[in-house]
């Protein structure tokens, strides 16, 4: 029932952008916090950013000023913009969802950033 489909990870140069989307269905989005998460290899989930069903957002140290969270216009969408990135960014993404006592991830997709 509960889906959540990401897209938009890739490989990109040190200082470049991407944005991920994650599009979740089978939710009710004024009632989930959405996140993102992220795990390089040999490394543990490291959460990244997260946002509250009311608006607040807050993010991991080493991505301040770089990240930003963000729901749609229209339909259950989070995105994740990340501008500046780093070759320490590398890592697949996970979209996350927090909603009826439940955690649900999406597939992951890697992002890779090179020097």
């Known amino acids: 029932q509960v889906q959540l489909v990401e897209s938009g990870g890739g490989l990109v140069q040190a200082g470049g952008s991407l944005r991920l989307s994650c599009a979740a269905s089978?939710?009710?989005?004024?009632?989930?916090?959405m996140a993102w998460y992220r795990q390089a290899p040999g490394n543990q989930r490291e959460l990244v950013a997260f946002?509250?069903?009311?608006?607040?957002?807050k993010y991991t140290d080493s991505v301040k000023g770089r990240f930003t969270i963000s729901r749609g216009n229209a339909g259950n969408t989070v995105y994740l913009q990340m501008n500046s990135l780093k070759p320490e960014d590398t890592a697949v993404y996970y979209c996350n969802a927090k909603y009826g006592a439940a955690d649900y991830w999406g597939q992951g997709t890697q992002v890779t950033v090179s020097s």
């Open positions: 946002r509250t069903s009311g608006g607040s957002t």
């Open positions: 089978g939710i009710i989005f004024s009632i989930t916090t």
